[in-house]
């Protein structure tokens, strides 16, 4: 084997040592003119260990994040640590061992709401739509009970108005006159 292969003492071999020689001359001699003009130096972009520890890769959530869920809601996804307990025709539950408010900063994050009520035990957005399907209004609530986080959202989505009835029509569909007096007061029992 030739010296080139060798390693010096200092560790480094004699080729090595001259590239880095002439890499700190050419850093040098381009740093000159920016000394003497007037425009501050551009800042040195961070190191690559720096930029990817400032965002996680696309598939992980960051520390403290919920993940999403398979399950959905009327289209809110149920956080990955909850088990959904009861799914009715406008309501869904489900229950996990999280913080409720890790919760209910999950659940903020993917609705507009209209109101948002916050205490000790129990967050609820009202008027609330999921950014990903608009078309429902929705309540969620966000209860504290003992060591367990209850979510439950429920569809306050309103029926459409049914077209070509008249003001009267309406109002007898629902039981009363159109001044707001019941029909028939044997059917209320």
Not at 20 to 26: E, H, K, L, Q, S
Not at 102 to 122: H, I, Q
Not at 136 to 163: C, G, I, K, Q
Request: hydrophobic share 40%.
């Amino acid at each position: 084997m030739g010296d080139h292969h060798r390693m010096k003492r200092g560790g480094l071999s004699r080729a090595a040592g001259a590239l880095a020689a002439a890499v700190i001359c050419v850093s040098a001699a381009s740093a000159a003119p920016a000394c003497r003009s007037d425009a501050p130096a551009p800042a040195p972009p961070p190191p690559a260990s720096e930029a990817s520890a400032s965002r996680p890769p696309v598939d992980q959530a960051l520390p403290g994040e919920l993940a999403e869920g398979a399950e959905q809601a009327f289209g809110l996804p149920i956080p990955r640590r909850m088990k959904v307990r009861a799914r009715f025709s406008d309501a869904v539950f489900a229950v996990g061992e999280i913080p409720a408010e890790r919760v209910a900063n999950y659940v903020r994050t993917r609705v507009l709401a209209g109101n948002v009520e916050t205490g000790p035990a129990k967050t609820i957005f009202s008027r609330a739509t999921v950014k990903g399907a608009p078309q429902r209004m929705l309540r969620v609530e966000v209860v504290s009970r003992a060591h367990v986080s209850e979510l439950v959202v429920r569809d306050e989505t309103r029926p459409p108005a049914e077209r070509g009835l008249s003001v009267e029509e309406r109002w007898r569909r629902n039981g009363l006159t159109p001044d707001g007096k019941v029909l028939d007061p044997t059917r209320l029992e």
